[in-house]
């Protein structure tokens, strides 16, 4: 099952990492009408504080080992609801603070290494998921067509966590005693960005 | 892979390859999209690099965790930055610690000093030693923060570079196995306190 699964995810990301650069470039001229499709996929791409959560998540999720893979599902899930819910609901000024605080989270309980309880791991993926998808579907252009956005914004997702994933995996695999350290040392990293980065963001909100 | 537990040049190239592969992703997203990235990784690699003062800490800090060993080396480089970060937020909100240049001038001489003597204290007197220096960088970090819409980008070089000097300072601690190594190190450690002197004997003339 948990096999399948990485092997499918595997190759929905191979197949979209060779498509993705090429359909960027042909947005304007070969794929009409699509474009909106590939604006939501790169808008969480080209913004680090998207890029950087996903990227948390999926060492997170690798780390965690096999029972992570359908807590990654129902994080991309969790996208798509989310950023659905931004054309009807009113956007939150400080969900951008939640979406730096979810790389502290993720990348804290990465430099922590203990497993985590299941039901606890797909409250995190749900709530960050949400307001990961609610940001990026707020970035949608006037006028775009958000059944093209939006999946398009699940889609990079889906990508950047199952790559982190599949190389925390085959890293955790192999025997040097170093790489679970690295990999600690890389969620500790990616912790003390979040916090210095809400550090700048409270002195901005405390005038 | 058999052999890379032990094999003192193998965890070197794993080590600088790993810092290559941490840097890389970041440098690549530079380029993509919102010009103002890249300037903001840039400043911030630039800020801990070109201050002599962290840097000589930070370098200080990774030699000493290899002369410690096991543990205190792997508890290093993961605790670190996060204190670090703590203290970057005391700094970026403006809450008052007094001589904090003169801490940090202090850090390199106790640290200088440490390697020196090649000292080894019980691991929680390091690790709270260590954990009070961290505070003190990270706070003269965060003061210096810039209110720009890069912030992100700025951290994201700041950890960065701060780790890559960790790193840097352990490498150099693998020295430690060999006799003559040892020695240089602590020869090392002495030119590390002089600096700390020199610092502190600067900030003190005025």
């Known amino acids: ?207 | 892979m058999p052999g890379t537990r032990n094999g003192g040049f193998n965890s070197i190239r794993h080590v600088v390859a790993l810092a290559a592969l941490l840097a890389f992703p970041m440098i690549a997203s530079a380029h993509i999209g919102q010009g103002d990235i890249g300037g903001g990784f840039i400043s911030g690699i630039a800020h801990p690099v070109f201050g002599l003062d962290h840097v000589v800490a930070m370098v200080a800090v990774g030699i000493w965790g290899a002369q410690l060993g096991a543990p205190a080396i792997w508890a290093l480089p993961v605790t670190f930055p996060l204190v670090m970060a703590f203290g970057g937020v005391l700094g970026g909100l403006g809450i008052p610690i007094p001589g904090i240049e003169i801490g940090i001038a202090v850090s390199a001489i106790v640290l200088g000093g440490m390697i020196l003597f090649a000292a080894r204290p019980p691991l929680w007197v390091a690790a709270v030693l260590v954990g009070i220096f961290a505070i003190f960088h990270g706070y003269a970090h965060g003061a210096e923060l810039p209110d720009s819409a890069n912030a992100i980008a700025y951290a994201v070089g700041f950890v960065v570079a701060t780790g890559t000097l960790h790193a840097l300072g352990i490498l150099i601690g693998v020295a430690n196995r060999w006799r003559r190594g040892a020695q240089a190190l602590r020869a090392g450690g002495a030119l590390i306190a002089a600096v700390g002197v020199y610092f502190l004997s600067a900030h003190a003339i005025g």
């Open chain 1, 1 to 207: 099952m948990s096999r399948h699964f990485r092997q499918a995810a595997g190759r929905a990301a191979c197949v979209a990492a060779t498509l993705l650069p090429a359909a960027a470039a042909h947005a304007h001229s070969a794929a009409k009408g699509i474009g909106d499709f590939y604006a939501g996929a790169l808008h969480p791409l080209t913004s680090l504080e998207h890029l950087l959560a996903f990227l948390a998540f999926g060492i997170l999720a690798g780390q965690q080992g096999q029972k992570a893979e359908p807590v990654l599902a129902a994080f991309c899930l969790a996208l798509l609801i989310g950023a659905t819910a931004s054309l009807w609901m009113p956007g939150l000024p400080w969900l951008a603070l939640v979406n730096i605080g979810s790389s502290v989270a993720f990348g804290g309980l990465i430099a922590a290494a203990r497993p985590l309880p299941q039901p606890f791991f797909y409250a995190l993926a749900v709530l960050f998921g949400f307001s990961h998808g609610f940001a990026n579907g707020e970035g949608m252009a006037e006028g775009g067509k958000p059944y093209l956005f939006i999946p398009g914004i699940a889609l990079a997702g889906l990508v950047v966590t199952a790559y982190g994933l599949i190389t925390t995996d085959w890293l955790l695999r192999r025997k040097a005693g170093w790489i679970r350290i690295a990999v600690r040392v890389a969620g500790s990293w990616i912790a003390a960005i979040g916090i210095l980065v809400l550090a700048v963001a409270g002195r901005t909100l405390s005038g």
